[in-house]
């Protein structure tokens, strides 16, 4: 079990020391990704956003790397 109250702070600079600059992702570019995900939809197989973990039972069949998976 987890406490309710406890501390974290998780602070990861390790791209800001390599001089990445963080910016918010603007409407145009969130544009530019979609027309992009429309252009190439017929690709994406639903399957392969399936659940694959049954949290009632100890033991799940994960696919593996190379698996095909049905359409």
Known sequence: ?????????????????????????????LRSIMRIVEQHKDRVNPKAFEATVNWRHTTNHLPTAGTVLPR
């Open 1 to 29: 079990m987890e406490k309710q109250e406890h501390y974290y702070n998780a602070i990861n600079t390790k791209l800001l020391d390599l001089g990445l600059q963080p910016h918010l992702m603007s409407s145009e570019t």
